[in-house]
């Protein structure tokens, strides 16, 4: 039997297959926090890179954005070329982690990681390949140590629910059960389509996801507590997982804003609980990743998130 999210440790994570980390987010009860990374941007804090900081200040999950599986690398992180494979700017004082595979960002934190992937329809040099939505960037994060995937749009990439649907179904015909795929968008990626909506929450079921994403209540204009349960139960109506974010920088907004934020996304009945990388350069002010845990779920579980040790 999997065990909740909420208990679980490093050597659990270890363990989990894709199938168990789904029911083990079901049975946390809408108390799962997922925090937002930017792969590629210089850490907060000398000698931690910014995927460390975020774990300890209470994420259970975290998603990395806009790393790139055909040239890996995670700042703060150590290199793990050599110097004559390196490629790209020098970063001065800290370390770029290039070749920084993501099962080592895994045993560094000992929780699960996932990257973002995004079904640009005409990158036309937009972002990297591999950054891109395919069935061959999706394999090479599974082999890397991916435990997720999101497939979603960052601003201004033109992304659409349907080129979403069509990147998940291939993908999922590929890769079978081996990776947990979540499907959507925080924000309109830089075009007018909804956001969300019942078509395309039907579309994403059909095409394998195991979870949608969805704005947070408060953080797009209209996005009311209502609404957004209104798509939750529409999510778990299909057996699907509902994880709502915040992708609109509120991230770096008040402690008491990311506490009203957290109860209003709790109301919704959401699985899991997102925060993004825009608080800051490259991921929510730290403190917010913490006050964001301990609205959803008190000081106990934040505090074990923050303090259990790698060799639970």
């Given at each position: 039997m999997a065990k909740r999210l909420l208990d679980a440790n490093a050597s659990d994570f270890r363990e989990m297959?894709?199938?168990?980390?789904?029911?083990?987010?079901?049975?946390?009860?809408?108390?799962?926090?997922?925090?937002?990374?930017?792969?590629t941007s210089p850490p907060m804090v000398d000698n931690v890179s910014n995927v460390e900081l975020a774990a300890a200040m209470g994420a259970d999950m975290v998603l990395l954005n806009l790393y790139d599986v055909?040239?890996?690398?995670?700042?703060?992180?150590?290199d793990e070329v050599g110097a004559s494979e390196r490629k790209g700017p020098s970063f001065g004082d800290f370390s770029a982690g290039r070749g920084v595979s993501l099962r080592r960002v895994k045993e560094w934190i000992g929780r699960p990681v996932g990257i973002n992937l995004e079904p640009v329809e005409?990158?036309?040099?937009?972002?990297p390949s591999g950054?891109?939505?395919?069935?061959?960037n999706a394999q090479a994060a599974l082999e890397g140590g991916a435990d997720f995937i999101v497939f979603t749009g960052n601003p201004h990439t033109g992304v659409t629910a349907a080129g979403l649907a069509r990147a998940l179904e291939k993908t999922r015909m590929k890769i079978g059960q081996g990776l947990v795929l979540l499907v959507g968008k925080m924000h309109s990626a830089g075009i007018r389509e909804a956001v969300v909506n019942e078509a395309s929450i039907g579309?994403?079921?059909?095409?394998?996801?195991?979870?949608?994403?969805?704005?947070?209540?408060?953080?797009?204009?209209?996005?009311?507590?209502?609404?957004v349960r209104g798509f939750v139960e529409m999510a778990h109506a299909r057996n699907l997982?509902?994880?709502?974010g915040i992708g609109t920088s509120q991230e770096g907004a008040s402690l008491t804003t990311i506490e009203q934020l957290?109860?209003?996304?709790?109301?919704?009945?959401?699985?899991?609980?997102?925060?993004?990388d825009a608080g800051v350069l490259g991921m929510a002010v730290p403190e917010n990743i913490t006050a964001w845990s301990m609205a959803l779920r008190g000081r106990r579980h934040t505090w074990h998130r923050m303090a259990a040790s790698l060799e639970r």
């Open positions: 297959t894709a199938q168990d980390l789904i029911e083990s987010i079901r049975l946390s009860e809408g108390r799962v926090v997922v925090a937002e990374v930017v792969a055909a040239q890996p690398r995670v700042a703060g992180f150590p005409s990158s036309q040099g937009l972002i950054r891109l939505a395919s069935v061959e579309a994403f079921a059909e095409a394998g996801a195991d979870g949608v994403v969805l704005p947070a209540p408060g953080t797009i204009p209209g996005m009311t507590v209502e609404r997982l509902a994880m709502n957290a109860l209003l996304s709790k109301m919704t009945g959401a699985d899991m609980h997102h925060i993004g």
